[in-house]
């Protein structure tokens, strides 16, 4: 079975079309036996404690591993089946199992540490240092340092924060969930047929004899807000969405206390790590330095953008007031009036912007693009593949193979939605030799052609493909040889949406957009007035999202700096919102209760992230303004300072050597039409 288990074989690039669910079972087995015994090994006394042979004892057994289950965990989200899922849903805890225990062996963090303490370490590359610096870091974020009552205690709060994590999800899911309105249909005057007909069949399939189902789903609730013209219908929706999970409703599902806990069990891990606060502790694998940064990037953000919003409401609450007989502009009535007033002035359709994107037309731009910029070639070439729409391409540079990727475009049942930029592989200087070249997956969701014609992209399906690009090409144009810091590896989190939200911005430029659209009856390129429609849309009330960001940034940032903030949670979030905000949100709102990003995902003092990176790509890009967007020296320099040096360096340094300074907000406020 062994020699003929495609997972096992990774001589060649994966035989994706001869993976089968009863492949993984045995694979993971050997695999997992091999690493487990690796680690072994790697930590016995006889061991010197030396980077090259910890690497080709302990690395390439994990490698191929992490590579094979990387495979198994690719197939299951684009060509999923019930036996794959049960496939991977049963080897899922055993690795977790492995990489937890393999992240906190002390054993091995013991060897580590030596090699950093031994005179070898002084002959370490660059590359080298920083990851084996990163690996003895992340040892200590997991509390390796600790002894006694100290450690058991970490390794208590760390169980109670999932288990608490795991709760406050349930109670926001629960709370959404048992929340159900129904409706006589004529109440869903104004909005869109296909909403109203889900609503429709959710009553009867829940045995009601007629009326709509309204729930809190947000292909229900989302459409409700911005289209319903029963102003009493969307003010009930708003306040039970508002109030979800919260002390305003069944206690059962009440997260108050939850937070408070949690808040809490943060503050108590970071004082045991020896940090002043939990923000302190979870910025230290960050670009951003201190809470104290933090704190002023986003408020400086925020009072930069406000003017704009103060505008935006103000146009809202005349174009309410003249247009929709609204005087007193409410919370609920918000969405509505927007969707409204966007309509009135930028009315353009989606399906006519649609007719000039046609996919091979954006292929050949995209590509035309990243040749002239980053001087590499890409050609189409022939591998195994998962479902025959997938494509297969090599990146060259000269004669030069650099990194290949797979493109998987179109939308289809087993696959799941959303676009992503996964890795393969990695590039790495083999322990045992030879070079291995990084390789990518590129995921999007577009609708496949039909017919003779070929696919048409939405516009926003064209920024969502140069997004997943910029990953790609941030994973694919590394010159890095140490594993851990190739590419996207061992970027810092708030930095690692630079090249990606950088390579957007070209999907908003004329002459950009010239080459890579084409009529899909007249070849014709997109006309200079509609591109200008679009623009102006792409703007709007841009000043007002902005503030809501910053206000979700800054409660982050404050509940997780402020030690006495876990009984007052929502106190904080009262003082934001008056800091932030020109107008101040109804005082039932309770956002914070249903907030998984920050109780129940990655996100704890890390909301900022986003427009931190957001500022980053922005001015990155600003460089390709001044010297234009087809800039070939811009170009390398980016490629260079950016791309190839990955997680080598930290990113405020590469961010530097491109730019030449540190970062600026302005360039975000230009976009955005704020400066
Ligand atoms: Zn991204």
């Not at 108590?268 to 002043?276: D, K, N, R, V």
């Not at 890579?516 to 591109?531: C, I, K, M, N, W």
Request: proline share 5%; with cysteine.
């Amino acid at each position: 079975m062994d020699a003929l288990n495609p997972l096992l074989d990774n001589t060649e690039l994966p035989a994706f079309d001869r993976i089968r669910p009863e492949h993984v079972g045995p694979a993971v087995d050997t695999l997992l036996a091999d690493a487990e015994a690796a680690l072994e090994r790697a930590v016995g006394p006889d061991v010197p404690a030396d980077h090259d042979t910890l690497a080709l004892l302990l690395d390439v057994p994990v490698e191929r591993l992490r590579r094979a289950w990387a495979h198994v965990n690719h197939l299951q989200s684009v060509a999923d089946s019930p036996a794959l899922r049960e496939a991977h849903a049963q080897a899922l805890p055993r690795i977790v199992d492995f990489t937890t225990r393999l992240g906190a062996d002390h054993r091995l963090y013991a060897k580590y540490k030596a090699i950093a303490a031994s005179p070898a370490a002084e002959r370490l590359s660059p590359a080298q240092r920083k990851a084996l610096a990163d690996t003895l870091r992340d040892f200590v974020l997991g509390g390796a340092e600790l002894q006694g009552a100290a450690r058991e205690r970490h390794a208590a709060i760390q169980d109670r924060l999932a288990a608490l994590g795991k709760t406050f999800g349930d109670r926001s899911l629960d709370a959404t969930d048992a929340f159900q309105l129904v409706v006589p249909e004529e109440r869903l005057a104004g909005v869109p047929a296909d909403v109203v007909a889900a609503a429709r069949s959710a009553a009867a399939a829940a045995g009601h004899a007629s009326g709509c189902l309204l729930t809190l789903q947000i292909p229900c609730y989302l459409p409700l807000l911005q289209f319903a013209q029963d102003r009493a219908l969307r003010e009930q929706l708003f306040r039970a969405y508002n109030t979800r999970a919260s002390d305003l409703g069944p206690a059962e599902f009440d997260n108050t206390g939850v937070m408070a806990e949690m808040l809490a069990l943060r503050t108590e891990e970071a004082a045991l790590l020896g940090h002043a606060s939990y923000a302190e502790l979870a910025l230290v694998p960050k670009m951003a330095r201190t809470p104290e940064e933090v704190l002023a990037f986003v408020r400086q953000l925020a009072a930069r953008a406000r003017p704009s919003a103060e505008r935006e409401l103000a146009e809202l609450r005349q174009f309410a007031a003249a247009e929709l007989g609204i005087a007193d502009l409410q919370a609920w009535d918000r969405l509505f009036v927007a969707e409204k007033l966007k309509q009135a002035r930028y009315a353009f359709s989606s399906q006519e912007v649609k007719q000039y994107f046609t996919e091979p037309t954006v292929l050949k731009g995209l590509f035309g693009l990243i040749e002239t910029l980053f001087e590499v070639a890409i050609r189409p070439d022939t591998a195994p593949v998962w479902h025959e729409t997938v494509r297969y391409f090599r990146v060259w540079r000269g004669d030069r193979p650099v990194a290949a990727f797979y493109l998987d475009p179109y939308a289809r049942a087993g696959k799941q939605s959303g676009a992503w930029m996964d890795d393969s592989r990695s590039r790495w200087r083999r322990p045992e030799g030879g070079l291995q070249l990084p390789v990518a997956h590129l995921v999007c969701n577009y609708a496949a052609p039909v017919g003779a014609q070929p696919a048409l992209l939405t516009h926003q399906d064209v920024v969502t493909l140069f997004h997943e690009f910029g990953h790609g090409l941030h994973h694919m144009l590394t010159q890095v040889d140490e594993l851990s810091v190739a590419g996207i590896s061992g970027v810092e989190g708030d930095a690692i949406e630079l090249p990606s939200q950088f390579m957007e911005n070209f999907c908003w430029e004329w002459e950009v957009l010239q080459r890579l659209t084409s009529h899909v009856d007249t070849g014709e390129p997109l006309p200079r007035a509609l591109f200008e429609r679009m623009r102006a849309a792409r703007n709007f009330q841009k000043g007002l999202q902005l503030l809501r960001q910053c206000e979700y940034a800054l409660f982050d940032m404050r509940v997780h700096t402020e030690p006495a903030s876990a009984a007052r949670a929502m106190a904080v979030c009262e003082e934001v919102n008056a800091e932030v905000q020109p107008e101040r949100a109804p005082d039932f709102a309770r956002y914070p209760c249903t907030f998984g990003h920050l109780f129940d995902g990655g996100y704890a003092a890390g909301y900022y992230g986003y427009a931190w990176a957001e500022v980053l790509s922005a001015d990155a890009y600003g460089a390709f303004e001044e010297a234009g967007v087809f800039d070939a020296a811009t170009g390398r320099r980016f490629r260079e300072q950016i791309l190839e040096v990955g997680g080598s360096r930290p990113a405020l340094e590469s961010f530097r050597a491109f730019r030449g300074r540190e970062p600026r907000l302005d360039a975000l406020l230009r976009h955005q039409g704020l400066a």
